[in-house]
Every structure is written in structure tokens, then in C-alpha cells.
């Protein structure tokens, strides 16, 4: 059985940083397309933005909001995904998801495309 679970969300203030963690059981990150999505407050879970992905030979897309401030990583010894966010803005605030296997396409910031989800963790930014 498959699962993901994510950590490290929580409350900050504008300009400061989190990173996610997305700890992966029954599925090996190391071979595996996996990615970051969030949903925005009041948006319906349909409505959920790509923010990064990362490939098994470690290729990395970004959502352009957050390309050059954000970065995706894998750590296969702990079989876990990573999200580091730096110089966050209130706009960023939104329940982050990570996301494994994805099919039927490739362009792996499309959530429709992913299998696998975590519950998520929420990342709250002030001004």
C-alpha cells in the first residue's frame, strides 16, 4: 500500500522560509516522477496548482510564482520528497500536497495526472 505523508507546514511570517517533507512508504522515490501541488483557500481541490516536479533523473519544473524561491528534492536513502520554500509571500498560503505517479501525460504539474496523494499540510503566511 502506498502512502505519503507530508510535514513541516505551518505559520510564518512574509520573507521567511518552511520546507515540506512528503515521507513515502510502498513506493521507491528514487525511480519515481513525484511533485508538489497546492490549493488555495476557497478554491475547490479540482483547482489546485502545480508548483514543482521532479523527474527520476531529477529533472525539476516550477510553476513560474514560485521559480527561483521554491526547490524540490528527493532524499532516496529516506525514500522522502522535500519542498524548501524561501522568501514566501501571504499569495503563497494554500494547503500543500505531495503527489507520486503520475500517468496519462507529462506534463507533471497537471494534478489530474497523479495516482498517489498525501493528506497535506498547511502553510500559512503573513504579512
Known amino acids: 500500500q502506498v502512502q505519503l505523508v507530508e510535514s513541516g507546514g505551518g505559520s510564518v511570517q512574509a520573507g521567511g522560509s518552511l520546507r515540506l517533507s512528503c515521507a513515502v512508504s510502498?513506493?521507491?522515490?528514487?525511480?519515481?516522477?513525484m511533485g508538489w501541488f497546492r490549493q488555495f483557500p476557497g478554491e475547490e481541490r479540482e483547482e489546485q496548482e502545480g508548483v514543482a516536479s521532479i523527474e527520476s533523473d531529477g529533472s525539476t519544473t516550477y510553476h513560474d510564482s514560485v521559480n527561483g524561491r521554491f526547490t524540490i528534492s528527493k532524499d532516496n536513502a529516506k525514500n522522502t520528497l522535500y519542498l524548501q520554500m524561501n522568501r514566501l509571500n501571504p499569495e503563497d498560503t494554500a494547503m500543500y500536497y505531495c503527489?507520486?505517479?503520475?500517468?496519462?501525460?507529462?506534463?507533471?504539474?497537471?494534478?489530474?495526472?497523479?495516482?498517489?496523494w498525501g493528506q497535506g499540510t498547511q502553510v500559512t503566511v503573513s504579512s
Open positions: 503527489a507520486a505517479h503520475p500517468t496519462g501525460g507529462a506534463w507533471y504539474l497537471d494534478y489530474a495526472l497523479y495516482n498517489y
Open positions: 510502498g513506493y521507491t522515490v528514487s525511480s519515481a516522477i
